[in-house]
Each structure stands twice: as structure tokens, then as C-alpha cells.
């Protein structure tokens, strides 16, 4: 009998001594975090001159039209051309496209225009990014600065796309009216960040 008591009261231990280390088997954990900073990135412009219309030369930063008055009738002949960038955000954001002038405007040389000439050309200036879109109108309607902002409730990458278009005959003194002769310029900028 004393040998039956002896392995029961073994067996009672080796119970005992199994929940307790079950308990204390929990494996150790190790937590590892990081946080990426809040980025966007935008490339050099690279103009599609495939489906250009009257687009001369291009140099780097700079796109020169190839002839602005029609020969004809003096007046804004079209143009039409896609500036592409690359882009890269990784956060809901905005993206802005700013005129300079709010159109492009003919470079003074001292002597103003007569009110038979016009010194101002309107344009459209569409950008398409991250499946939607938002037109920039310099309407030419004074020299002023012009911005355009698209929200962007994701992060997004891939071709930023501005669309520069102007329509044929389109003046700051009503359709058709001729230009006067020189220089007309606008500076666009396109710019990414927080909302």
C-alpha cells in the first residue's frame, strides 16, 4: 500500500509542476515600428511633342511657340501641347498650378498698344493627375497671378499631366482682334503638398 500512495502523490506533482510551466511558456515579443515622413516628389517637365500643335522649339524649362499670330489675320493662332511629370505622393494632398500673369502677355517694350491691337492671350491649362482633374482658365483679363488647386484625398504616383491649350483667335481684347508685335510670356508652376 505504501507504494501505491508514493506514485499517486508522484503523479499529483508531475500535474502540478506541468500547469506551471504552461503558464510561464508565453515566448517573448519583440515590437518593431517605423514611420514613413509625409513625401511628395515631382520630376522634370518633358513635353509630348507628338501630338503638339504649333509648338517650336523646347529648352529644358523653356517652350517657345512656333508662331503665335496667324499670318493672315494677325490674330492668336492654336496651340495646343501635354507637359508631362513624373510625381509622387504618399499622402492625401494638393496640387496647385499657378500663373505668373494669368496669361500670356505681350513683354512691354514702352510703347503700349493701340485698342486696335490686343496684348493679351488667353489659355487653358488643364491638370490630370490621380484619375480626376482641374482647369486653370488665364483668361487674360488683367495681369495677375492665377492659381488652380486640385485636392487629393490619396496617396498617388505616376504621370502628372498639364494640358496647355489656346483656343484660335482668342485675345484679351475679343476674339479674332490681331496682336500686337512682340514678346508675350507667362510663367506656370506646378507645385505638390499638403491640402
Given at each position: 500500500m505504501n507504494r501505491l500512495a508514493w506514485t499517486s502523490l508522484g503523479l499529483s506533482l508531475s500535474f502540478a509542476a506541468?500547469?506551471?510551466?504552461?503558464?510561464?511558456?508565453?515566448p517573448p515579443t519583440v515590437s518593431v515600428s517605423g514611420q514613413a515622413?509625409?513625401?511628395?516628389?515631382?520630376?522634370?517637365?518633358?513635353?509630348q511633342v507628338g501630338s503638339a500643335v504649333n509648338l517650336g522649339a523646347v529648352d529644358g524649362q523653356t517652350i517657345n511657340i512656333s508662331s503665335l499670330a496667324?499670318?493672315?489675320?494677325?490674330?492668336t493662332k492654336a496651340i495646343s501641347f501635354d507637359i508631362d511629370f513624373d510625381a509622387l505622393c504618399n499622402f492625401s494632398h494638393a496640387v496647385q498650378l499657378s500663373s505668373d500673369r494669368g496669361g500670356l502677355w505681350r513683354v512691354a517694350t514702352g510703347a503700349a498698344s493701340s485698342a486696335t491691337f490686343a496684348d493679351g492671350v488667353p489659355y487653358h491649362a488643364t491638370l490630370v493627375w490621380a484619375g480626376t482633374q482641374s482647369t486653370l482658365e488665364a483668361s487674360a483679363a488683367s495681369v495677375a497671378p492665377?492659381?488652380?488647386?486640385?485636392?487629393?484625398?490619396?496617396?498617388?504616383g505616376g504621370a502628372l499631366v498639364v494640358q496647355f491649350r489656346v483656343d484660335s483667335g482668342?485675345?484679351?481684347?475679343?476674339?479674332?482682334?490681331?496682336?500686337?508685335?512682340?514678346?508675350?510670356?507667362?510663367t506656370l508652376t506646378v507645385t505638390l503638398g499638403p491640402q
Open positions: 506541468g500547469a506551471a510551466a504552461a503558464q510561464q511558456a508565453a515622413a509625409r513625401l511628395c516628389r515631382i520630376g522634370a517637365p518633358k513635353v496667324d499670318s493672315a489675320t494677325l490674330s492665377k492659381t488652380q488647386v486640385l485636392d487629393v484625398n490619396s496617396p498617388a482668342a485675345t484679351d481684347k475679343g476674339a479674332g482682334v490681331p496682336l500686337a508685335a512682340g514678346t508675350y510670356q507667362d
